[in-house]
């Protein structure tokens, strides 16, 4: 009847019905778990059959999420992929775009790289949840991101948000420089610091061990992406997505250190003049013992040119969140007891089929 089409017309509790790209996967998993506790659906966009870890979601959820999965098989032709990646979103309210590829290398036979692959999907992503009607697209970037800036991986996230802007869509973006989830295998990067920590007498901090990282919780970037997608009908919207301790890189890998008892001695790289190209290179061992790639090449360039903190880093919003130091010292006794390939769990043998931040 008209009475109750207009009584659901204005219920202010309708639930959402949100695209996600891998929803078994990292960042994708805790916002859709986000979405489905909430009471709203989800179309997982992903090539994975399985969640990478059970956790955060139920059993219910994972089977719900495999259900309603439809892999994004990239077509040579742009225009196919697009129109079968619009048919997957029908229905949906609004895309969560955590699509990246996190290693810049060079295509077989090609002069482009991945990076440049991955802005070209995130801007099949944008057309196809424009072409399904989609109200918002929410987007993962990361903090201090220019399109002119010297650093591939970000200038690259800056050019997804220029085609974001342009695409006509309602948007809002979310500004992470990393993140830690609930446990050292949700946690690579400081997991692996950590385990290398376990391991060695000296440990060397990145240039004079003054440059500052400010990471977010798995949870509370899920918590900022629902936020952000709650809301149709707002537009450019762009936050730093970032946690409240904002910790120099001698006052992270102290506390790692301290967490995990480790003996090893924190030294600035920069009192030994060892620059941070000789210390990426130095894990080149351990990248072919470990089948992983611990640093890529501009990891520790990007952390000392203060790129990886807020631009306010003591914005109301950012201080309530996780905090980092609380989970180093609940985890510290199981950090970096074994080593978490981030190859293995998160790309397999396919690069470019990833789906995270």
């Known amino acids: 009847s008209s009475s109750l089409f207009y009584f659901v017309y204005l219920d202010p509790f309708s639930k959402m019905k949100a695209a996600i790209t891998g929803a078994l996967s990292y960042s994708g998993r805790y916002v859709a778990k986000r979405v489905l506790d909430d009471g709203g659906q989800v179309v997982n966009l992903s090539r994975r059959r399985r969640p990478i870890s059970s956790d955060p979601l139920s059993q219910h959820q994972i089977k719900y999420l495999a259900e309603h999965r439809w892999p994004m098989a990239w077509d040579e032709n742009e225009s ?34 991945l ?55 309602n948007y809002a973006v979310a500004r992470p420089c990393g993140i830690f989830g609930d446990t050292p295998a949700e946690s690579i990067l400081l997991n692996s610091a950590a385990w290398l920590m376990r391991r060695v007498p000296i ?6 061990g003054g440059a500052r990282f400010q990471p977010i919780h798995a949870r509370d970037m899920a918590d900022l992406l629902f936020t952000l997608a709650q809301d149709v009908n707002s537009t450019a919207v762009e936050l ?9 890189a001698m006052e992270l890998f102290s506390a790692l250190r301290d967490a995990t008892r480790s003996p090893a001695r924190i030294i600035p790289a920069s009192t030994l003049g060892i620059s941070n190209r000789l210390i990426t290179g130095l894990t080149a ?10 640093l890529d090449r501009h990891d520790l360039d990007l952390l000392c040119a203060h790129l990886c903190v807020a631009e306010t880093p003591n914005d109301p919003r950012i201080t309530v969140r996780r905090s980092l130091f609380d989970w180093i010292n609940t985890n510290g006794h199981h950090l970096g007891l074994a080593y978490v390939s981030s190859m293995e769990r998160y790309y397999h043998d396919d690069l470019l089929s990833s789906s995270n931040i």
């Open 285 to 294: 061992p351990l990248n072919f013992i470990t089948g992983d790639i611990l």
């Open 115 to 169: 990076l440049d692959t991955a802005v070209q999907r995130c801007n099949v992503l944008f057309n196809a949840a424009k072409l399904a009607g989609l109200k918002k697209i929410v987007f993962t970037s990361h903090t201090h991101a220019s399109i002119d800036s010297p650093f591939d991986y970000i200038a690259a996230k800056a050019r997804a948000v220029e085609l974001l802007r342009e695409s006509g869509v």
């Open 203 to 208: 440990f060397l901090a990145p240039g004079n």
């Open 80 to 113: 196919t992929t697009t129109k079968n990646l619009a048919l997957a979103m029908e229905g949906c309210d609004v895309l969560i775009c955590t699509y990246w590829i996190r290693f810049d290398q060079k295509l077989q036979g090609s002069n482009d790289s």
């Open 240 to 248: 730093d997505a970032c946690g409240p301790d904002a910790p120099t």
